[in-house]
């Protein structure tokens, strides 16, 4: 390809001119309007593993896959004072990006009409023999009379770029006007503007160009009342502890164009080993009686597994969970004794855990 370079020379000064009878006007007014922007993220998938239950101090990994997501970055762009307009069937604009790929371009455009309008993306002029078209996209839509409004093109698929080399913005279709500066005080220092075919140094048109990145991802094990920090990471490790056992609430967030979503929670639950819920049962219990009764049924209910008499380690855990039931909110605390019924009915359920 040919370096665009080549051409900043001094015979651009002839297209000036040219430029001059596309003048319409004078203006120093930047438009700053709102840009719609579409790059829904849908969560997929939020796991956890392993899955609910799982014993306190048992490494937990929670995995969101997503489709879509990330953020729209704004990379290059000239934005404004404007103090020209210029309208033509093709115009261009070169831009060097800092980013490595670019997924929409803005162009302060006006009308006024309903125009069919083409973008495309080129390694180099588009007139030049070996010229690459690099991304395109097409849309029809109404554009504002003067000073018009910020139109936004989104590529469907991310046009890579190397980061530091030029490239080429054309605006191709309906008569179209596009707001532009012509001097040296002000402009874009990174490329210059194209009427038709001709380059020019000295003067730029208004444009951005945006990269995106990420998604980026972060977790909650409590529920949102705080979170890991923002990673390009799906996956996060939860290294619990004995401290740990209870009901947590686990949420991913994932970062989209304008804001965060956040995934449906998991409901999961860390239990001690039997052997740590006796120790902490010893420490909960204030009947001395009570708790003897069940750390010995918990005991009991341990050796039956040991030897293998499945109907045993049940029909104790069973029963000990009538005791505790006949013992909320008397001799044991109603939240313990849910609790301590839950560990127990998790330990039946999956008896690993114990
Ligand atoms: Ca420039």
């Known amino acids: 390809m040919t370096p665009l370079l080549n051409l900043r020379s001094a015979h651009d000064i002839r297209v000036l001119p040219i430029l001059l009878t596309f003048i319409l006007t004078f203006s120093t007014m930047a438009i700053s309007m ?26 937990v990994t929670l995995t969101v896959s997503v489709t879509g997501g990330g953020r729209l970055i704004p990379d290059q762009s000239y934005t404004g004072p404007f103090n020209v307009g210029l309208g033509y069937t093709t115009n261009g604009q070169i831009f060097t990006p800092a980013a490595s790929n670019l997924v929409a371009v803005d162009l302060y455009l006006w009308g006024p009409g309903i125009k069919t309008l083409t973008v495309n993306i080129w390694d180099t002029y588009w007139w030049y023999a070996g010229s690459n078209l690099l991304g395109s996209k097409t849309q029809t839509l109404y554009v504002l009379d003067y000073p018009g409004s910020v139109v936004h093109f989104e590529f469907d698929e991310p046009v890579p770029l190397t980061p530091g080399t030029t490239y080429v913005i054309q605006l191709t279709g309906s008569y179209c006007w596009w ?11 990174g490329g210059w503007g194209i009427s038709g075919t001709n380059p020019s140094t000295y003067f730029d048109f208004g444009f951005v160009t945006y990269s995106r990145i990420g998604p980026e991802y972060r977790f909650s094990t409590n529920g949102g009342n705080s979170w890991s920090e923002w990673s390009s990471s799906n996956t996060f490790v939860w290294n619990t502890t004995l401290d740990d056992k209870g009901w947590h609430t686990l949420l991913a967030q994932v970062t989209d164009d304008s804001n965060t979503v956040t995934s449906n929670p998991i409901h999961y639950l860390l239990v001690p080993t039997i052997s740590d819920a006796i120790d902490d049962i010893n420490s909960n219990v204030d009947n001395q009686g009570i708790a003897n009764s069940i750390t010995s049924k918990l005991q009991n209910a341990l050796e039956a597994y040991d030897k293998g008499s499945m109907k045993a380690f049940e029909n104790i ?28 009915r998790a330990w039946m359920d999956n008896p690993e855990l114990i």
């Open 34 to 59: 709102p840009v719609a922007t579409a790059n829904g993220v849908v969560i997929d998938d939020f796991s956890a593993s392993p899955p609910s239950p799982a014993t306190a101090g048992t490494e």
């Open 317 to 344: 855990l069973n029963a000990l969970i009538n005791e505790v039931e006949a013992q909320k909110g008397k001799k044991i605390n109603t939240d313990y004794a849910n609790t301590l019924i839950e560990w127990i």
């Open 179 to 189: 707001r532009a500066y012509m001097g040296t005080r002000y402009g874009y220092p």
